[in-house]
């Protein structure tokens, strides 16, 4: 299935989430250990800001991430931007910037990012996320052969244990190093 597809699959179900943050959720804990509510919103939207820029084969800036006060406007409409630049003929071809990865891997991470911390976000302020399925099926492949090197690079952190009973969406979490069943 297309990238951009996938992408605009992973919006449709993030955008809910992050319509659903309030104020009084800004300042809350999330999986993330090193980002509330508010900090992570600016990662997530700088995420998806930079990866508009590795679809167009542009080096991405991930040294420093601003603040984006006006995130509940900008989401949904870089959202949109992020899907159309890996829509772009070419986007997933060849190697995309600094990265120094295969576009279409490169595609795959945000496609992560957008999934992962769309929960992590959910299951700070005490909303429901579930993935597409098809979007989880890719960024499941992406995490099985990307895993060991996202936890050197400390990416990921060492995969969390999951019971038998673990969803797939459940396992993938805990491959990320994120207890899917511990409580927000």
Known sequence: MKLSVLLDRA????????????????????????????????????????FQKLAAKQDADFGHTPAYPDWRVRFPAETARLVE??????????????????????????????????????????????????????????VARMGPMAVEWKVFKDPVEVPGDASPFERLLAATGRDPRRPA
């Open 11 to 50: 919006r449709d179900h993030a955008l809910p989430v992050i319509a659903g943050i309030g104020d009084d959720d800004l300042t809350r804990p999330t999986p993330c250990a090193d980002y509330d509510v508010r900090a992570l919103l600016d990662h997530l939207l700088h995420v998806v800001v930079e």
């Open 85 to 142: 630049a890996w829509a772009q003929p070419g986007a997933t071809e060849g190697i995309s910037g600094a990265m120094k990865m295969p576009a279409r891997t490169v595609g795959g991470l945000a496609l992560l990012d957008l999934t992962v911390h769309a929960w992590d976000l959910a299951r700070a302020t005490g909303q429901y996320f579930e993935p597409d399925a098809e979007v989880l099926a890719e960024v499941t492949d992406l």
